[in-house]
């Protein structure tokens, strides 16, 4: 099988390459990744060289590139591109909309000119909108997304399922919760922390600090995926998550005792416009029908992750110049 993994060099699709070739040696994968601020190629030096993997530096809104892609032959797509960060988003909406919307929608055309077994579109919980005190998401709650960034990721889910209704292609979206561990970049909540806390600079809580997020360790979502590429039934949405709520003041404060920092770091700021108070993902769909199950539970993986972070601060510290220096002076100045 060929698989086109876009977007393979961020944080979810470089996990998701490296696990898939551990996993299924037999494929080849293609990683079309534009490279932008949140793409590190680094993350893929184990298996750069290997004859099943080959990168592609292009953009998925550039009709020529993924054109050129797809003549090569592409049996799957993998749709991890994206911009990702919603503070981001509130600065910058505009990327969003090109790459969440029109990037997927140049990709869907592609695979409908030339055929795919499958085009799955790797989504998130946000498009959901934000949670009372009780119930979970199902696939069926209605998308009521409120940042940017999660109305451009409802426009491609919108889009993938209308390329699936018109004109048949074989789709799945799939519905993840927050995910965390190894090479995750160090604007999310968790590497953020864990990485401001080790230079005991503050730690800028939005808010009260008691907005809820539910955890996965991002292995488990990739053998999610996995599972919904070979038998996600054509047409479907699987929601992804492990049932591991957690309040934003409970992860930091897990970071400072596990890191043996003070609690003093902690500096409760303006709250993010928009901010979702509550996720939390009910899995019976994709437990039930593919027998997904995680792997990881959130008290040790967390602690692996922290553990990561340590052993890895040239990765992180190398990310923290330049751009992101710019970005993080913009997204906390005044707060
Ligand atoms: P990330 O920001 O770490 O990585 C995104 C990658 O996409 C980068 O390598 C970047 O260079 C690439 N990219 C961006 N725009 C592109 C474009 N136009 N063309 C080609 N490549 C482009 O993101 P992530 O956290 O790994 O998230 C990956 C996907 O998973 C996204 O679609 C996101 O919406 C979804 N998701 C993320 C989470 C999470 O907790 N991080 C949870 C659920 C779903
Ligand atoms: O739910 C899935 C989503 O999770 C993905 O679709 C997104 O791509 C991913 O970025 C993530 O979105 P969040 O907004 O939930 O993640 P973030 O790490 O930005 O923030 C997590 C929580 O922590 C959120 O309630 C905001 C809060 N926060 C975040 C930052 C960066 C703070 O309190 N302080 C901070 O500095």
């Known amino acids: 099988m060929r698989i086109l993994v876009t977007g393979g060099a961020g944080f979810i699709g470089s996990n998701f390459i490296l696990y898939m070739m551990r996993q299924h040696p ?3 994968i293609i990683n079309l990744d534009a490279l932008t601020y949140a793409g590190n190629l680094e993350n893929l030096k184990s298996v750069e060289n290997e004859p099943n993997y080959t990168f592609v530096h292009g953009d998925i809104a550039d009709k020529g590139k993924v054109d050129e892609v797809f003549k090569g032959g ?16 509130i600065l910058e909406p505009e990327a969003f909309v090109n790459a969440n919307v029109l990037g997927t929608q140049v990709l869907l055309d592609a695979a409908k000119r030339y055929g795919v077994t499958k085009f799955v579109q790797v989504s998130t919980d946000e498009v959901y909108g934000s949670l009372g005190e009780t119930g979970l998401f199902s696939e069926t709650t209605p998308l009521a997304p409120n940042s940017p960034y999660s109305a451009s990721k409802a426009g491609g889910d919108l889009l993938v399922r209308a390329y699936h209704e018109t004109f048949g292609l074989p789709v799945n979206i799939t519905r993840c919760s927050n995910n965390y561990g190894p090479y995750q970049f160090p604007e999310k909540l968790i590497p953020l922390m864990i990485s401001r806390a080790l230079h005991d600079e503050s730690l800028p809580i939005y808010g009260d600090g008691l907005n809820i997020r539910d955890w996965l360790y991002v292995e488990d979502h990739c053998s999610a995926i996995d599972l919904v590429i070979r038998q996600g039934r054509i047409g479907e949405v699987y929601n992804i998550g492990g049932n591991n709520e957690r309040t934003n003041i409970h992860i930091v404060q897990t970071i400072l005792k596990e890191l043996g920092k003070p609690e003093s770091l902690i500096r409760y700021v303006e709250d993010r416009p928009g901010h979702d108070r509550r996720y939390g993902i009910d899995p ?23 553990q990561w972070y340590l052993n890895n601060k040239e990765w992180w510290t190398r990310i923290q110049s330049g751009a992101y220096r710019d970005y993080m002076a913009k997204q906390y100045s005044g707060r």
């Open 26 to 28: 037999q494929d080849e």
């Open 74 to 89: 592409v049996d799957v797509v993998v749709n991890f591109a994206a911009e990702s960060h919603v503070d981001r988003s």
């Open 284 to 306: 019976t769909k994709i437990t039930e029908e593919l027998g997904w199950k995680p792997k990881h539970n959130f008290e040790t993986g967390i602690k692996e992750t922290i």
